[in-house]
Each structure stands twice: as C-alpha cells, then as structure tokens.
C-alpha cells in the first residue's frame, strides 16, 4: 500500500472527514486486514485563509510548498490537499516542488462526465465559485458550470465561513442553500450541484438536498484510496 500524505487544517472540519473515512474505507476494503499508512502535514488555516484574501499567492505557494516537501520526506508517495480553495495555487506547488498532486476538481470533473452531466451547479467559498480553478477541467470535460448569484455567492461564502469551518451545521443553513441549489436549476439548468467546498458535506448530501450532490470529499477520497492500491 503506497503511503498517503495529507496537507490538512484548512479547516480541521475536513482534515476529520479525511482521516476517518480513509481509515475505514480501506479497513473495509482490506476485510479489516489493514489501515492506511498516512501522514498529516497541517497548515496553519488563519495564516493560509490571509493570504488568499490578500491575493498573496506566491506566499501561499510558498507555505504549502513546504508542507509537500515535508510529507515527500516522510515517505508519501501520494500527497494532496484536503481544502478546495487552496487550489487556487494547485500548479505553482506542483511547478515548486516537482511533485505530482492528486487534484480535487480534476477528479470531480471526471466523476461529473462518468455520470453524464453536461451542466452543473459550484458551490463554494467565494474564491472557487468566483475564479477559474475548480472549473477548468470541467470545462475541458465539455461541461457547463453555474454559480449563484452574487448575493447567494455571498451568503453561502459567509455560512461556510462562519458556521461550517468551525463544524457548525444548521437547519437554517441547509434551508438557505437548498433554496440557492433550486434556483441553480431553476433559472439556469444545473442538474447536479458540487459541493467545492470541503465542509459543505458536514451541512449537504444526496438524502437532503434538492439536486444530486457531487461530494468532493467523497470523489476525492475514493482516488486516493484508489491510487494507493489497496
């Protein structure tokens, strides 16, 4: 089993849900023969989210760099970030360090074309609805992305924020963004919705929300579980 390393806390929230479905996905999947051989490289999320908002994404870069180059040392063969947004520098970590990563929208746009969408609505913090990076390779795969409307935008960005990154989950939440989803495919087609934010299945899934759901947490999961060759 080639071993895992996970560049996590941005935000804990999702660092959890790594850590413990790849535990007992391949407990499972090993008839409980075995456990992951893993490794966390956490980050610092205050000092993370601040160069995002700042747009200081050389420094970004440059710290998350560090944290691949600390999990290579440790022996991860397979290394990843567990946050959507911070693929806002994807390809200048990879560039830096000469690594190869395992890309979160590059495998939801590929699970999104395996099920035969050709529209789909993003949902996320401002940054992955707002810019190009979670969309790039489903555009590529021929399929057309929605995001809300600005006010929504806003909204939801505020509850992930807010509410979710501190693992807060309200009903009123769930209410606001399945009204934001069923305007998604209202007024502009979206037959599935992506949750681009790690945290958002803590609050969304297929049993409660209004579309189907593409879980990144849950896509991504299986293609490292699958890379790892259990």
């Not at 935000?11 to 966390?40: F, H, Q, W």
């Not at 200048?92 to 890309?103: M, N």
């Not at 960005?157 to 963004?177: C, D, W």
């Not at 579309?211 to 259990?230: M, Q």
Request: hydrophobic content about 40%; aromatic content about 6%.
């Amino acid at each position: 089993m080639k071993k895992i390393g996970l560049i996590g806390g941005t935000g804990p929230e999702s660092t959890v849900m790594y850590y413990k479905e790849l535990n007992s996905r391949i407990d499972m999947l090993t008839n409980s023969k075995a456990m992951p051989n893993l490794t966390i490289e956490s980050v610092d999320f205050r000092r993370a989210w601040e160069y995002v908002t700042a747009q200081q994404y050389d420094r970004l870069a440059d710290y998350l760099s560090e944290k691949v180059i600390n999990l290579s040392k440790a022996g991860a063969e397979i290394i990843t970030l567990t946050a959507g947004t911070m693929h806002i520098v994807f390809d200048e970590i990879e560039a830096k360090t000469k690594t190869k990563l395992v890309s979160i929208p590059k495998a939801v746009a590929d699970e999104a074309a395996k099920s035969g969408y050709r529209k789909v609505g993003l949902l996320g913090t401002i940054f992955t609805m707002e810019q190009g990076y979670m969309k790039a390779d489903l555009i590529k795969a021929g399929i057309d992305v929605v995001i809300p409307d600005k006010d929504d935008r806003q909204l939801v960005a505020k509850r992930i924020f807010e509410e979710l990154e501190s693992g807060i989950v309200k009903e009123s939440t769930l209410n606001e963004f399945n009204a934001i989803i069923g305007k998604m495919h209202k007024e502009r087609g979206a037959e599935a919705v992506i949750l681009g934010c790690t945290e958002l299945p803590l609050l969304l899934n297929n049993d409660n929300c209004v579309l189907p759901c593409l879980d990144s947490v849950d896509i991504h999961i299986n293609k490292l579980i699958e890379l790892a060759e259990i």
